[in-house]
């Protein structure tokens, strides 16, 4: 029987940043989705990629000083980049695309161009405010107090040539989807996307841009490049082999089955993207999830506010496992959640090791305590039942049809709840049978105890199979303890009580989760943040250079002389000024106070040669006269500011001018 075929997208991240725990949140979850698929049997196919054009991307190479490809090379491909971050995290994707890949570029000027040959794309004008100096568009909401954001100066009134993509004729259709299917999820964002876009009427949509050049370029009207979001949105077709000789699987998995979203791009998903496939006669994706945000202190992360945080400190710190697992256990799909370190570990110690890694490591010693590891032929059945067995058993068999229901309607964190239950019960069957009781008399209480056991490890393997999409490596290891086959490993066996093998061998292993010390983890975590943060900093920063220009006879105003330092202390109660007595040449004592006891010790400083401005006015500080100011230079090293005060050759006499 031919395999049911899924499809299933991330969005395509840019690569204008490293990404954070938010990316990675979308990208597991997708994940776990794709392995549940594949583990029912389906044949999936799991895309995800970078989207890598726009002015963001242009502007950001600019600033690093390389070109763009080079800069998004680099977020990609280079260390703990996002193909490492995806490798980490053992992210099955069964596809990567980058948006810059040149099959992807051709195909999207085609699609540009039967849009355009169709009449749905035409050329207009596009009304905006544009800064001469910076020759840039901007929209009126990209000002900066109503100023180009670039360099701070007056924008004006300005039109550019551009083309537009009729979105206005799809708009019923698009209402039509949105508010009589299940095409968009959850069905909370419906009302949103109509009320605030649709009602108020859908404008065509501006889809080229001349004020920047990064991007596909229309290949039938040079100076334009087609607008990010059409090339970006059109991946999901591309990576499958529309348009192009890279890939031949379109027909077998367009239209995809789902495409997971992040809520600030459900407008682009739910509303511009069907009305371009509909332009373009092709058939609708069958969902489209938007999934909430992962909130710090109850806001976005982002790294212009500088409180991302970092998916490789934490999944070294605790494994990648476990914080998969905390991303899908603890925050509902569909709403914000507040991340944070606390309710990570408290997750992990309370469900992981607590309940998860008792359950197994209790059991598993058991039958090696008990039996030497392999439990007798006939454990399956038991001649005195109790009633807890059977509730185990029930509860066991059924969890897979709950768990399949929560999965089916993207609510990973409903699933993990439902297997929670059952581990939670077997670690109570575990009080209520107290084999430890039963093992004191192995002749009259041995079979119902090997009975006792063999449940637990029932129960185990199929809370082992269903857990196996969200922590696979795990997963694997517990099979392995618990002894289990191949074929009791399957979407099938999960639905099956009994499938172990009676006499499996079953090894304790290593702990799966250690408990994890909440004090001393935060303490290190916050270092490891700290350190983190100051490596992402531009390791030296100096002062930009002033554009005004001075006057050569202003500049020869100033005085610099060479002094010699005669003798230097701290000025008391004052963390930071040194008091320096100077030969300056002229046979009489300078005295200069200077803010460098933060660098510098005094006695470092005595008979070294340094430069002085002398023609300053005096000025006292904490009651002292101040002569001149000495001169150093200065740089900013990884946020820190740097200071080195400047020293001659000591063979340069005091008082020498420089100039
Ligand atoms: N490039 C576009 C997507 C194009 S898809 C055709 C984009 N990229 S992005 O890198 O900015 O964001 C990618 C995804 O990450 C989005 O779905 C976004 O919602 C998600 N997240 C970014 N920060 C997030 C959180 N803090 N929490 C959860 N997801 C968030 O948009």
Not at 167 to 188: C, G, I, M, N, W
Not at 298 to 303: D, L, R, Y
Request: glycine share 6%.
């Amino acid at each position: 029987m031919e395999k049911k075929k899924f499809y299933i997208t991330t969005p395509i991240y840019y690569p204008s940043d490293k990404l954070h725990i938010g990316h990675t949140y979308c990208t597991v979850a997708a994940d776990a989705l794709a392995r549940y698929k594949r583990l029912t049997g389906c044949d999936v196919m799991f895309l995800t990629g970078t989207d890598e054009h726009g002015q963001k991307i242009e502007d950001k190479a600019k600033e690093a000083g390389c070109t763009p490809k080079e800069f998004v090379d680099n977020i990609v491909e280079g260390e703990h980049g996002v193909l490492d971050l995806w490798k980490l995290m053992n992210i099955s994707n069964d596809r990567f695309i980058r948006t810059t890949d040149d099959y992807h570029v051709a195909a999207v000027q085609r699609i540009f161009k039967k849009m355009y040959e169709k009449g749905d794309i035409y050329k207009g004008t596009y009304k905006g405010k544009y800064c001469k100096p910076c020759e840039s568009f901007w929209t009126e909401s990209q000002l900066v107090d109503g100023k180009c954001p670039d360099c701070g100066r007056e924008v004006q009134d300005a039109e550019e040539e551009a083309y537009f993509f009729r979105l206005s004729k799809y708009a019923d259709r698009v209402q039509h989807l949105l508010e009589d299917t299940d095409f968009l999820q959850p069905r909370s964002r419906v009302n949103e996307m109509v009320n605030n876009f649709i009602k108020p009427g859908l404008e065509d949509l501006c889809v080229s841009r001349t004020s920047f050049s990064w991007g596909v370029p229309v290949d039938f009207d040079p100076g334009h490049v087609v607008y990010v979001w059409v090339d970006a949105l059109f991946n999901y077709t591309t990576a499958l082999g529309l348009f192009n000789d890279r890939y031949h699987d379109y027909d077998q998995y367009w239209p995809a089955d789902v495409h997971l979203v992040g809520k600030e791009i459900v407008r682009f998903h739910s509303i511009i993207w069907p009305a371009m496939l509909m332009s373009m006669e092709m058939p609708l994706p069958k969902h489209v999830f938007g999934h909430g945000w992962l909130l710090l202190d109850g806001g976005k992360m982002s790294k212009s506010k500088g409180n991302v945080v970092d998916p490789y400190i934490l999944a070294e710190k605790f494994g990648v496992d476990a914080l998969r697992f905390f991303l899908m256990r603890t925050f509902p799909f569909g709403s914000d959640g507040n991340f944070s370190n606390e309710l990570l570990i408290q997750t992990i110690n309370v469900d992981l090791a607590n309940d998860l890694g008792n359950l197994l490591s209790r059991t598993t010693a058991m039958v090696g305590k008990y039996f030497g590891g392999t439990l007798p032929e006939g454990c399956r059945t038991c001649a005195n039942p109790e009633a807890c067995d059977g509730e185990l058993r029930d509860m066991a068999t059924a969890l897979r049809g709950a768990y399949e229901n929560a999965m089916e309607s993207f609510a990973p964190h409903n699933a993990l709840a439902e297997i929670f239950k059952v581990i939670q019960r077997a670690n109570k069957y575990i009080d209520e049978t107290a084999p430890w009781a039963l093992a004191k008399d192995m002749e009259h209480n041995g079979a119902r105890l090997a009975h006792v056991l063999y449940n637990l490890l029932e129960a185990t393997r199929i809370c082992g199979i269903l857990l196996s999409p969200f922590i696979p490596a795990s997963a694997e290891k517990i099979f392995d303890q618990i002894g289990a086959c191949d074929g009791c490993r399957t979407w099938e066996s999960a639905a099956q009580w009994g499938s172990l093998t009676e006499t499996a061998v079953v090894t304790k292993g290593e702990n799966l989760f250690p408990r994890i010390d909440a004090d001393k983890a935060l303490a290190e975590l916050e270092e490891l943040e700290a350190e983190a943060r100051k490596a992402a900093l531009p390791p030296v920063e100096f002062e930009p250079f002033t554009e005004e220009a001075v006057d050569f006879d202003t500049f020869c105003k100033s005085d610099f002389r060479v002094v010699k330092v005669k003798a230097c202390e701290a000025v008391k109660k004052s963390a930071k000024l040194l008091k320096f007595t100077l030969d300056d040449g002229t046979g009489v004592d300078r005295q200069i106070l200077s803010g460098v006891h933060a660098y510098y010790e005094p006695e470092e400083l005595t008979g070294k040669t340094l430069v002085a401005i002398v023609n300053l006015p005096p000025r006292k500080m904490m009651g002292q006269e101040s002569c001149g100011m000495l001169l150093s230079a200065v740089h900013t090293e990884h946020g820190e500011e740097k200071l080195h005060l400047v020293m001659l050759d000591d063979s340069i006499p005091a008082g020498a001018k420089l100039c």
